[in-house]
């Protein structure tokens, strides 16, 4: 099943420029209009006003700070960090430049350095719930989950409204394969934000693990109310209807998320598994045909394919496809060839 992995991060920590929204409205000045245009999203244009600012004034570290942000809305995380960097050699306890180059870090994956930068932060200000809640994603990310869980931890105690964190906490409990306590989490996001939707996906995906196929039917359900457009949570839906036996409305599901996105060679797969199961093999065939189309090393189609050609007496083409499988590494089509036709292969 496919599992989203969102790490979250308040985008107002992102994006605060360092005089807020101070001169939202006065641009008598190249850095107030800079100001402005980040305002409006026009981050091109706010470099181009800071820019202004830095050529009478390279050593104004409030300008090349702001000058960072933006270049961090561009995904110019390079520009970003040299710019935050610039601004911290100015003033050693700049708060805001070592949170903001520990992000740019962070989306580069240098998560080392990251963490340098949410330490640095935090020596300058103990209680930020951001710096440790952002320390911990960079700990997930490196698997380290006991100090990530941790980090979250100490970021809920600070704040006991961060969803964010309870939804990340969660996250790891899931992948310490502590479902209950991911559960838990989940729910405390919910409780938090009704509108939640990766939370309520999440839980759905982490009470298919308990094998609590209703609850994760319902969390799925809720998610597709939330997001419509939204895959993964048609596609897993579609798989616990199918475990249930509910073909029909597996196969709405699956149909569903290929509408969104048609290049889902799993999505075939399971689409053919459905039409196997209600022994209509030529529409079987077709789906998994597709899915070979878009994945030629999906071993599982092969596989499939084969048995619905082994249904219908098509030796050729099933022992074809029995040997493609089994040079993909599936070793129950090998299996298959020697049981059925005493081939080994």
């Not at 609850?215 to 457009?229: N, R, S």
């Not at 529409?283 to 189309?293: E, Y």
């Not at 071993?299 to 082994?310: D, F, H, K, P, T």
């Amino acid at each position: 099943m496919k599992t989203k992995l969102w790490i979250l991060i308040f985008s107002i920590f992102i994006g605060s420029a360092v005089m807020q929204n101070c001169y939202a409205q006065d641009v008598s000045t190249p850095f107030k209009q800079g100001l402005a245009y980040y305002d409006a999203g026009n981050y091109t244009l706010a470099i181009e006003q800071y820019n202004k600012v830095l050529q009478s004034n390279p050593k104004d570290e409030k300008t090349l700070y702001n000058r960072g942000l933006a270049y961090f809305k561009l995904t110019n995380y390079e520009s970003a960090i040299k710019d935050y960097t610039d601004a911290i050699l100015i003033d050693l306890k700049y708060e805001n430049a070592y949170f903001n180059r520990g992000l740019a870090y962070y989306y580069q994956g240098n998560y080392s350095f990251a963490i340098i930068d949410f330490n640095a932060a935090l020596n300058l200000n103990p209680e930020s719930a951001e710096a440790i809640y952002s320390r911990g994603l960079c700990y997930r990310k490196k698997g380290d989950f006991e100090t990530a869980i941790a980090d979250y931890t100490k970021a809920i105690k600070m704040n006991p409204q961060y969803t964010d964190a309870y939804y990340s906490r969660g996250l790891a409990y899931y992948f310490q394969g502590a479902y209950q306590a991911a559960i838990d989490d989940y729910t405390f996001a919910i409780v938090l934000d009704s509108k939640y939707a990766d939370s309520y996906y999440n839980r759905g995906l982490t009470y298919d693990k308990l094998n609590d196929t209703q609850h994760a039917i319902e969390d799925y359900t809720t998610t597709i109310k939330l997001k419509p457009e939204d895959t993964d949570a048609h596609y897993n839906r579609g798989i616990a209807y199918y475990h249930q036996k509910d073909y029909d409305l597996a196969i709405n599901d699956f149909n569903a998320a290929l509408k969104i996105n048609s290049q889902q060679a799993d999505v075939y797969v399971f689409l053919g598994l459905c039409y196997r199961k209600m022994e209509k093999y030529d529409l079987a065939i077709a789906n998994f045909t597709s899915a070979i189309k878009i994945d030629p090393k999906s071993s599982l189609a092969y596989n499939n394919r084969g048995s619905m050609y082994y249904m219908q007496q098509k030796k050729d083409l099933c022992v074809a496809d029995w040997k493609k499988a089994a040079d993909l590494g599936d070793n129950t089509s090998r299996k298959y060839l020697k049981d059925y036709y005493s081939i080994v292969y």
